[in-house]
Nanobody, 113 residues
């Protein structure tokens, strides 16, 4: 059974920093796409960052490019999202995704002064 568990959410002030982590169990990750998605209240879930397997090509949404960094550690089966200079628009529930098929339960991020 594949499980994804996110951690690291919370409240942060604009201009601060926050690190989200996702741990995967039940499946090796090295060849698989891993991503972070965000869902704000009343809005659809959208991808903010992704990283390919076997080489780790990264991709970012326009709204977060330059402010967030995704990385992976396949030995530990984890994917991390580093958030710098967060803005109120980054507020939402962040979900980890594996290969487009598996989801974590989400972790809440609130950016406010």
């Amino acid at each position: 059974q594949v499980q994804l568990v996110e951690s690291g959410g919370g409240s942060v002030q604009p201009g601060g920093s926050l690190r989200l982590s996702c741990a995967v169990s039940g499946r090796a990750t090295s060849s698989l796409f891993m991503g972070w998605f965000r869902q704000a209240p009343g809005k659809e879930r959208q991808r903010v960052a992704g990283i390919e397997g076997n080489g780790g090509v990264t991709m970012y949404g326009d709204a977060v490019r330059g402010r967030m960094a995704i990385s992976r550690d396949d030995a530990k089966r984890t994917v991390t999202l580093e958030m710098t200079d967060p803005k109120p628009g980054d507020t939402g529930t962040y979900f980890c995704n594996l290969e487009g098929s598996y989801w974590g339960q989400g972790t809440q991020v609130t950016v406010s002064a």
